[in-house]
């Protein structure tokens, strides 16, 4: 299904759950994702996409710029152009170029440095903190969260997608998710614990659109 907004022929999808609420969300194909309650009509879907349709015309021209941005290699806040070369064993940085062998030594690069840099940042960060439980730390793509703190096992859980920002936007998250072992909700409480490490942490969740 497709409709009109502004200059642009934007296709959705209408997935029906047991929610109480409906939600707007871009895929990666820059396609509009709506969640909807099971009784809601297709007419009604409309109407709400009619209401909607500014914060809609911005979420799909966010979506097209992330899709325009994924085009390039991002390390630490810095787009590349990638060439593959396989006269390259490993990984060479020029200017704005990156040139390896293939796209497997570049996918097990980007790993390492998830590790590497993630690990490198919590033991930073850890000297922010009394009395921080000892945690382990694991790695992998999200779609929805940065990080995720699970108080319980003692586990935080970064995106590897993260490796993509500048080392201070790491940092909140990392900050962010510690913050979690003191307060388990985003209380007034909690937001004191970030600012006391991040003072401008309102900036940085801007960024990342926490």
Known sequence: MKFKLNDYIIEYEVIRKDNKNLYFRFDENCKLIIT??????????????????SSILKMYEDALEKQERDKDFWYLGTP??????????NIEFEDNHIICHNEDVLDKFY???CARIFNEE??????????????????????TRWGVCNTRDKIITLNSELLKKEIPLIDYVIVHEMAHFYEGNHSKNFWNIVSKVIPD??????KLRY
């Open 80 to 89: 590349y152009n990638v060439t593959f070369d396989n006269r390259v064993k």
């Open 122 to 143: 919590i033991n930073i960060c850890k000297k922010c903190f009394n009395n921080l439980p000892e945690f382990r730390l694991r790695i992998r793509k999200m779609r």
């Open 201 to 206: 942490y309102k900036e940085k969740r801007k």
């Open 36 to 53: 909807a309650p099971k009784f809601i009509t297709d007419k009604e879907v409309k109407n709400l996409i009619t209401k909607n349709s």
């Open 111 to 113: 790993q390492d440095e």
